[in-house]
């Protein structure tokens, strides 16, 4: 399958400063990416989408000030945690697809995020 | 609204036993794509299986096999003769057609499985 690759994959950060995670799609330009976050033992939870070179949309509840997503490229996307506290502590995890919208989407490793 | 069970929360088996995980779905469109992602301790995410609601046969990809019913809504998972390497939570998800170009992925809440040697 296509490659994701997510880094860091791991970071401990302190509280109140700005952590950048970034998702880059190897061998395939991807048209769409998600942002997704998980907590221990649970399901994935879709914070936003973003297609290249638009704004992204996020899900409702999350703070789009906060997290902040930048899709410059179709192999590129960010997420840019502000000013985060000990409780965006989180596994945050990418994916990204490319083409039509049924195609499946295939995910980056996952980013252990720690704030202290 | 749209909808995804995956019942077992957790399973414990024995090398070489057969498990099966179930899913099942809801949904009111007509066409729609399900799939199977399974996260190794690792934590990524691993592409197993799409199926679009269109193709009812089942499928089989070495140990790993696939039931896909309409009729019941169901979409479940087999591995045969388990191994440790299989242990990981494994997703049901359903596309959601009607978010338009930035079509979303309904997560159901994982099956942890165990396998013991």
């Known amino acids: 399958g296509a490659v994701v690759s997510q880094h860091p994959s791991r970071v401990i950060c302190k509280s109140g400063t700005s952590v950048k995670i970034e998702c880059r799609s190897l061998d395939f330009q991807a048209t769409t990416m998600f942002w997704y976050r998980q907590f221990p033992k649970k399901s994935l939870m879709l914070m936003a989408t973003s297609n290249e070179g638009s704004k992204a949309t996020y899900e409702q509840g999350v703070e789009k000030d906060k997290f902040l997503i930048n899709h410059a490229s179709l192999t590129l996307s960010t997420l840019t945690v502000t000013s985060a506290h000990p409780e965006d502590s989180s596994f945050y995890i990418c994916?990204?697809?490319?083409?039509?919208?049924?195609?499946?989407?295939?995910f980056g490793q996952g980013t252990r995020l720690t704030v202290v | 609204a749209q909808k995804v069970t995956q019942a077992q929360t957790e399973i414990s088996v024995v090398e070489k036993e057969d498990v099966t995980l179930d899913c099942v779905y809801e949904t009111r469109d007509t066409t729609y794509y399900l799939f199977w992602y399974k996260q190794p301790p690792s934590g990524e995410l691993v592409f197993l299986i799409r199926?679009?609601?269109?193709d009812e046969q089942n499928e089989i990809s070495g140990r790993y096999s696939w039931n896909f019913q309409k009729s019941t809504s169901s979409f479940n998972f087999t591995i045969t003769a388990s191994q440790v390497v299989d242990s990981a939570v494994y997703f049901c998800?359903?596309?959601?057609?009607?978010?338009?170009?930035?079509?979303?992925?309904?997560w159901g809440l994982g099956t942890s499985l165990a396998v013991n040697p």
């Open positions: 199926r679009n609601s269109f």
């Open positions: 998800a359903l596309s959601d057609l009607n978010a338009g170009n930035n079509r979303k992925l309904i």
């Open positions: 994916s990204a697809r490319s083409g039509t919208p049924n195609t499946e989407a295939f």
